[in-house]
C-alpha cells in the first residue's frame, strides 16, 4: 500500500514538475476579471469551427468594390445554378466549400503529398467572396459574371511580377460559370486550352426545345458555345468521362469541339502516371484552364451533387492526377457542381475544399512533388 501511495506521489510531482501551464486558475470569480483577454490568452484566433465563413480562415474580401486589396491567387464564388438539366442547388456551393475548408489553415497548411504550404510561400491569396448573380436572368447573370471576372484580372498582382496576371480559382456554381470565365481569359490570353474533368462531356450543342438563345446557354453546352466563339485553343481534354450518351455521333461532335478524352475505365488500363503524361502532351505549355467538375468523382466519394454518374474516380486517384500536372501554363482553375443539398456528413464540401487546397499548391509549384514523404525514406 505504502509503495502505492509513494509511486501517486511520485507521479504527482513529476506531473507538477513538467507542466507547462504558465500559472494557475484563478481561485475565485473576481479573478477572473483581473486581466483582458488579450493580457491573459492573447490573439482571438478562430478555431477551426468558429468564427466568419471564408475559405480556409483566409481575409474575406469584396474584391470586385476594394480595388486597394492585391492579391496573386483569388478564391471567387459564383453562386449560379439556373443553367443546369437536373437537380439545382449549386448556388450554395461556394459557401459549402467554403464551410467544407474549416479545417483548413495557414498554420496547418502543409501536406505530404505536396511537401508544401501554399499558404507559406509568399504569395498573397484572398477570398473575394461571391459575384452577387442575379437568380432572376441568366443573361445578366453571364454577364456580371464575365464582368466580375475581368475587373479581378485586370488587377496587378501583389506581388508585382512583370506580365503575370492574378490567378482565380473561382467556386461554382453549376458549370456554365466557365463561359463567361473563358470570355474573360480569352481577352487577356486568347484561345485556352482546357483541362477538364468531368463525368460529362459539356460539349452538346444544345437540347431539345431549345429554341432561343439563352436556353441554349447551360451547363452541359458551355464548351460547344466557347468553341463556336473562338475562345478555346483545339488542344484541350477531358479526364474521367462516363456518361450515357445519345450514340457515337456525341463523340463526334466532340472531337470536333476540340477535346481528346480519357475516360473514367482508362484509369484501369493505363493508370495514373499514364494519364498525366497523356494530359500533359495534350496541352503543352499552352495557357491552360484547369476545370473540375465535383461529379468526375463517384457518387460515394462526392454525393452532393446535380447529375450523378456511377463508378467515377476516387478521391485519392484524382489528387495524384492533379499533382502531375503542377508546372503547365495554368491561367486559372474552378471547382464546380457542389450542391449541399444532395451532400452527406459533408463529404462533397470537404473534398471540394481539399481539391481548391490541392489547385493552391499546384499553381504556386513549379514541377510535380516527388513521391518520397521524405528524402530518406527507402520506399
Ligand atoms: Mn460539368
Redesign the pocket.
Known amino acids: 500500500m505504502s509503495f502505492l501511495l509513494l509511486s501517486l506521489s511520485l507521479i504527482t510531482q513529476a506531473v507538477m514538475a513538467h507542466s507547462d501551464a504558465p500559472r494557475q486558475l484563478p481561485l475565485t470569480q473576481n479573478d477572473a476579471f483581473a486581466e483582458t483577454w488579450l493580457e491573459k490568452y492573447g490573439a482571438q484566433i478562430d478555431q477551426p469551427f468558429s468564427g466568419p465563413l471564408s475559405f480556409s480562415h483566409i481575409p474575406y474580401t469584396r474584391c470586385l468594390e476594394d480595388e486597394s486589396k492585391k492579391f496573386d491567387i483569388a478564391i471567387l464564388g459564383m453562386p449560379f445554378d439556373t443553367g443546369v438539366t437536373y437537380r439545382p442547388g449549386a448556388r450554395f456551393g461556394p459557401f459549402a466549400i467554403r464551410s467544407g475548408s474549416r479545417r483548413q489553415r495557414e498554420a496547418r497548411g502543409y501536406t505530404m503529398s505536396w511537401k508544401m504550404n501554399p499558404y507559406k510561400v509568399g504569395a498573397t491569396i484572398l477570398d473575394c467572396g461571391d459575384v452577387p448573380v442575379s437568380p432572376f436572368d441568366n443573361a445578366l447573370a453571364v454577364d456580371q459574371m464575365e464582368v466580375a471576372y475581368s475587373t479581378l484580372l485586370s488587377r496587378p498582382t501583389a506581388s508585382g511580377t512583370e506580365n503575370s496576371l492574378p490567378k482565380i480559382i473561382s467556386l461554382g456554381g453549376d ?1 456554365t460559370i466557365v463561359l463567361p470565365i473563358l470570355r474573360a481569359l480569352y481577352r487577356k490570353y486568347g484561345p485556352i486550352s482546357v483541362i477538364h474533368f ?1 463525368a ?1 462531356l ?1 460539349t452538346w450543342p444544345g437540347y431539345a426545345g431549345a429554341i432561343t438563345k439563352q436556353s441554349q446557354i447551360t ?2 453546352t458551355f464548351f460547344y458555345l466557347a468553341h463556336e466563339e473562338g475562345l478555346m485553343s483545339n488542344a484541350s481534354i477531358h479526364a474521367g468521362i462516363r456518361t450515357k450518351l445519345a450514340g457515337p455521333e456525341d463523340l463526334e461532335n466532340d472531337d470536333k469541339v476540340g477535346f481528346q478524352l480519357i475516360s473514367t475505365d482508362d484509369i484501369d488500363e493505363l493508370g495514373i502516371p499514364e494519364i498525366v503524361k497523356i494530359i500533359r502532351k495534350r496541352v503543352g505549355n499552352t495557357p491552360v484552364y484547369l476545370s473540375l ?1 465535383i ?1 468526375v468523382l463517384d457518387p460515394s466519394v462526392a454525393p452532393g451533387t446535380g447529375t450523378p454518374e456511377p463508378a467515377g474516380w476516387h478521391a485519392r486517384e484524382l489528387k495524384r492526377i492533379i499533382r502531375g500536372l503542377a508546372g503547365l501554363n495554368f491561367v486559372g482553375a474552378d471547382v ?2 457542389v450542391s449541399p443539398a444532395y451532400d452527406w456528413a459533408e463529404n462533397t464540401a470537404t473534398v471540394a475544399a481539399d481539391l481548391v487546397h490541392d489547385f493552391l499548391s499546384l499553381f504556386l509549384s513549379e514541377e510535380p512533388p516527388s513521391r518520397k514523404t521524405r528524402p530518406k525514406d527507402e520506399l
Open positions: 458549370h468531368d460529362h459539356d451547363h452541359g467538375d461529379d464546380v457542381e
